[in-house]
């Protein structure tokens, strides 16, 4: 998270706007490469982490007395769509339990289940975006998952007889002529 005004201490309280809900900030730390340095506090244009905290992507905090929370961002609409099941029906609730997560963390990922097509379909901003999540799944959730295009649900069909009176008539060039004796065949205008 990014300190916009004031200081941040650990055990301290914080609101969020956007479900104002009253949080402990239980532990903070200064992120450098693989490496956590424990800090007590942070103040205003730093960046740190803050673990134990159930918050999604772009969520505002604020001590309480100020109610302003910082727009959103905007989140383009997906660009391609795999459809995704576990091969294990008894790892569907890790699998459920990590999309939520995904989805929390990362406003481009969506995910959605096709009713008529019974496939659980995750949308994002390109292929290499989607393969990453669904290694996450394997690696973090131990979930493997078979991975394929979305099926279309195919909705118009014949119903009823129908009549018609139609003669095709095909004509594919002109009439044949004939040009002179002892010449081949050619075709007219």
């Not at 239980?26 to 244009?45: F, K, T, W, Y």
Request: net charge positive; aromatic share 8%.
């Amino acid at each position: 998270m990014r300190v916009y005004q004031g200081t941040i201490k650990r055990g301290g309280w914080l609101y969020n706007m956007r479900n104002d809900k009253k949080v402990k900030v239980p532990r903070l730390v200064r992120m450098h490469s693989n490496e956590l340095e424990e800090i007590d506090s942070i103040s205003a244009g730093d960046v740190c982490a803050m673990f134990g905290v159930d918050c999604s992507s772009m969520d505002s905090f604020t001590d309480g007395t100020v109610k302003y929370a910082l727009t959103s961002m905007f989140v383009p609409a997906p660009v391609i769509s795999l459809a995704v099941k576990p091969k294990q029906s008894a790892m569907f609730a890790n699998f459920s339990k990590a999309l939520q997560r995904f989805c929390k963390e990362d406003p481009t990922l969506q995910v959605a289940f096709n009713e008529k097509t019974k496939e659980t379909v995750i949308s994002g901003m390109g292929e290499l975006h989607l393969e990453i999540y669904v290694e996450r799944l394997k690696r973090e959730y131990n979930v493997d998952c078979s991975v394929g295009n979305p099926n279309v649900n195919y909705r118009e069909t014949i119903r009823k007889k129908a009549n018609f009176n139609y003669l095709h008539k095909k004509q594919s060039g002109g009439q044949a002529v004939r040009r002179a004796p002892g010449t081949r065949w050619k075709r007219g205008r």
